[in-house]
């Protein structure tokens, strides 16, 4: 089965607690309360989205964290790559493939055809469609919190 990993699925919903508020400055106990998760694991999540400029950091005693361009410049693919690296289906599917056998593989071509498919769709899902579909953190005018607490599975 091809599933993200819960790292890149805690990137998401903790983005999606940030697009809900555009601007304001959340920190990591304020996420990890808002998303259901535990402080350490939203921070552990943070660093590579601030690496990969999806969020930014504010330091002292009002720092925290805010997107750092608007949910609807935000795609899925841009997730997951800060999360887990460069989309590949398969290591051949990589532009600079290792594989030993490449040079007399017969399948490769597809499977660069279905990660191109792939990265496609997620290239096609911005954060603020997903934010469209979550119920908003507490907070928000809503007064909705996101129900489900994530578990580490």
Known sequence: ???VTK???YATVILTVLAARPGAVLSAVDLA???GLETPTVSKVLKPLAQANLVE???GVHGGYRLARPAEAI???DIVEAMEGPLAMTECSLDHSECGISHQCGV???WRRINDVVADALRSVSLAQMLA???LPSGTGGGKRIAAR???A
């Open 133 to 135: 579909d979550a119920p």
């Open 33 to 35: 309360e808002q998303a």
């Open 1 to 3: 089965m091809l599933r």
């Open 108 to 110: 490769r071509a597809n």
């Open 7 to 9: 790292l890149t699925d």
């Open 57 to 59: 950091g504010f330091r």
């Open 75 to 77: 795609t899925l693919v």
């Open 150 to 152: 994530l578990t580490h």
